[in-house]
T-cell receptor, first 115, second 114 residues
Framework: AQKVTQAQTEISVVEKEDVTLDCVYE???????LFWYKQPPSGELVFLIR??????QNEISGRYSWNFQKSTSSFNFTITASQVVDSAVYFC????????????FGQGTELSVKP | DAGVIQSPRHEVTEMGQEVTLRCKPI?????LFWYRQTMMRGLELLIY????????DSGMPEDRFSAKMPNASFSTLKIQPSEPRDSAVYFC????????????FGSGTRLTVV
């Protein structure tokens, strides 16, 4: 069975602080993909990143960075110098070829960035 | 590209009424997914299609729910009869293959059953 766990339900930080959102996944498949989505207060789901299981290289995109570690089955997301506009619910998700490509979501982490 | 288009954006209906949610996927995408989001259960997959064929409907909660994809550019999710516990945000998503391009979500339909 596949599962994604985001243990942090809510996080509150002050603007300019760095914040890391944790994601732990479970799968028996060797080929799989991990995703992060952002859901701002307006409600839409915005794609942030996709990583495949064979690429453990960390990725940085502006203030966003992702740390993928297969050894710990984790795919953590860090926002550097957070801003109020980063306030949203962030979802980690998993899909694998052998599971038909279904996207399985974690429960989400609600990030609140206060000015 | 206009993205995944869902209609209506908001729907308020009375218990017992039939509700139909609509989705137009991105042109060329061969997978279409219907998700439901609630506070209690989070984002859960209801059903998905590949090339208009339902592949997995194990997430459909009850026989009151049905989904169709008559062609590559249109899908519906129907609830008949609706119940208050069906109140949720329903998202449609499409993708090219299962992982090549990621999944693009529509803006969702917020359904309220009173």
């Amino acid at each position: 069975a596949q599962k994604v766990t985001q243990a942090q339900t809510e996080i509150s930080v002050v603007e300019k602080e760095d914040v890391t959102l944790d994601c732990v996944y479970e799968t028996r498949d060797t080929t799989y993909y991990l995703f992060w989505y952002k859901q701002p207060p307006s409600g839409e789901l915005v794609f942030l990143i996709r990583r495949n299981s064979f690429d453990e290289q960390n990725e940085i995109s502006g203030r966003y960075s992702w740390n993928f570690q297969k050894s710990t089955s984790s795919f953590n997301f860090t926002i550097t110098a957070s801003q109020v506009v980063d306030s949203a619910v962030y979802f980690c998700a998993l899909s694998s070829y052998n599971q038909g490509g279904k996207l399985i979501f974690g429960q989400g982490t609600e990030l609140s960035v206060k000015p | 590209d206009a993205g995944v288009i869902q209609s209506p954006r908001h729907e308020v209906t009375e218990m017992g009424q039939e509700v139909t949610l609509r989705c137009k996927p991105i042109s060329g995408h061969d997978y279409l997914f219907w998700y439901r989001q609630t506070m209690m259960r989070g984002l859960e997959l209801l059903i998905y299609f590949n090339n208009n064929v339902p592949i997995d409907d194990s997430g459909m909660p009850e026989d009151r729910f049905s989904a169709k994809m008559p062609n590559a550019s249109f899908s519906t999710l129907k609830i008949q009869p609706s119940e208050p516990r069906d109140s949720a945000v329903y998202f449609c998503a499409s993708s090219l293959g299962t992982t090549l391009s990621g999944y693009t979500f529509g803006s969702g339909t917020r359904l309220t059953v009173v």
